[in-house]
RNA sequence: GGUGGGGUUCCCGAGUGGCUAAAGGGGGCAGACUGUAAAUCUGCUGGUUGUACCUUCGGUGGUUCGAAUCCACCCCCCACCA
């Protein structure tokens, strides 16, 4: 159960092929994995998210352990069996709840002390917590407890973020998983060159199986959050997978792939698309509810062959996003995943057919 | 034919003398969204380039320094009774 490195771009870039094995499953990568934060990716059924190509998806620790609680998640027979996705899953560690959920919480010596967003209730949430849930859960992979750290952060308070993220996956590292449950590490250390590779190293040194970059996609500026991949990954470990948390934009994961990332989550296709914007494979979003497309009868994409823009048009899926019918947000949901989902397979092929540069460069990913 | 209640900015609807270009919804338009407190949130929505002027509250004519608000007549709508 393990990494293994199947190819270099071989282009000057770091982009690379790999695979990714699991107790649920072989990841090929790099690979995109849709978020289903409370065991669902929003909209999306498993059988739905099967036939578009999700390999892996994500839970999360927070939010499970709150609702619906462990004893039943653990009732059912882990996290697989109770949702019914029988293939890999990787959980995040209430990371970055400590970070979206700042108002609500208190950092502590060992883990944090949050207020229930739902009702207040106060519970304690550290490395010793988050692994035990997680083992219950029995995701395939367990990300390490961090802090997620804010962004802006001067050196100072992300030098002192880092140190009591470090201890904490120390920590997690120490703790007892599940036999076959992988443990990935998560790189912090804000937009300071010196703090991440510090924290690489560290990380590498506690030994993890996989290294996660994380703190990115927090508000900073692209070209921010591509320094700190380049910052980053020279430090990580060739044969270990590397996942950049949070990102991104199809035109982010391409140039990280590029910088060697393998592994990619993001909320931003499910979210859009229930907000009401589509990404187009010819590059830029369509906004589904635009009054120009009431009598736009051809399809979603004209460029993607998902069940959506097989099967109905823009002037249909804008009736259904402007009277607020529930299709419309799977529909675009099932667009906007399939199209990461796709975006991640056609790298993967251009890696394989040594034309990962040329794909680098085509118009759609240029800087806006 | 009689009695009562109404006609407000794209729609619904508040407002009964100055602080009203007119509350609040809806709709429309635009924007935001990156390990999901998000099927959410923000802004605009009479006109012209302004804290300025013009047009606007069924119609016409009055009262008043000033009217969507008061008066007269007219036109339409609704309910009930014949």
Redesign the pocket.
């Known amino acids: 159960m393990s990494f293994r490195l199947l190819k270099r771009a071989g282009d000057g870039s770091a982009a690379r092929r790999g695979e990714l094995a699991t107790p649920h499953g072989t990841v090929q990568t790099p690979a995109f994995m849709p978020?289903g934060?409370r065991g669902s990716?929003?909209a999306l059924a498993p059988r739905v998210l099967e036939e578009i190509g999700s390999q892996i998806i994500?839970g999360?620790t927070y939010?499970l352990f709150l609702r619906p609680g462990l004893e039943i998640v653990a009732g059912a027979g882990g996290l697989h069996e109770f949702i019914n996705w029988p293939h890999p899953i990787l959980t995040?560690?209430g990371?970055?709840?400590v970070?979206?959920?700042a108002?609500?919480r208190k950092i502590e010596k060992d883990g944090v002390r949050f207020a229930s967003?739902i009702d207040g209730t106060r519970f304690f949430l550290g490395p010793r917590e988050s692994m035990r849930i997680q083992r219950t859960l029995n995701s395939d992979i367990v990300?390490a407890f961090?802090e997620?750290t804010p962004y802006p952060a001067t050196w100072e308070t992300a030098a002192k973020s880092l140190d009591i993220t470090l201890r904490w996956e120390a920590m997690s590292r120490d703790q007892e998983l599940n036999p076959d449950q992988q443990l990935f590490g998560?790189v912090q250390g804000s937009v300071y060159e010196d703090l991440r590779r510090r924290s690489a190293e560290e990380l590498v040194k506690i030994g993890f199986d996989g290294y996660?970059i994380?703190?990115v996609?927090?508000?900073e500026p692209?070209h921010e959050m591509l320094k700190v991949v380049d910052w980053t990954t020279p430090f990580l470990p060739e044969e270990k997978p590397r996942y950049l948390?949070?990102?991104?934009?199809p035109r982010?994961i391409v140039e990280a792939v590029a910088r060697g990332v393998d592994m990619f989550?993001?909320?931003?296709p499910?979210?859009?698309a229930?907000?009401?914007?589509a990404f187009l494979t010819a590059g830029g979003m369509l906004?589904v509810?635009?009054?120009?497309y009431a009598r736009d009868y051809g399809p979603l994409d004209p460029d993607c062959g998902c069940y959506c823009c097989r099967t109905f048009s823009r002037a249909y899926l804008r009736h259904l996003m402007?009277v607020?019918e529930?299709l419309a947000?799977e529909m675009v949901s099932l667009h906007n995943v399939h199209y990461f989902l796709e975006l991640t397979r056609r790298i993967r092929e251009a890696i394989e057919l040594d034309r990962f540069a040329e794909f680098r460069n085509r118009p759609e990913f240029a800087q806006p």
Do not use: W, Y
């Open positions: 978020v934060t990716v929003k994500l999360n939010h995040d560690s990371g970055f709840q970070f979206s959920l108002g609500l967003h990300m961090d997620c998560i996660a994380g703190g996609s927090v508000g692209e948390m949070g990102m991104g934009t982010q989550d993001c909320v931003m499910t979210r859009l229930r907000h009401g914007s906004p509810k635009a009054g120009r402007n607020g529930i947000l």
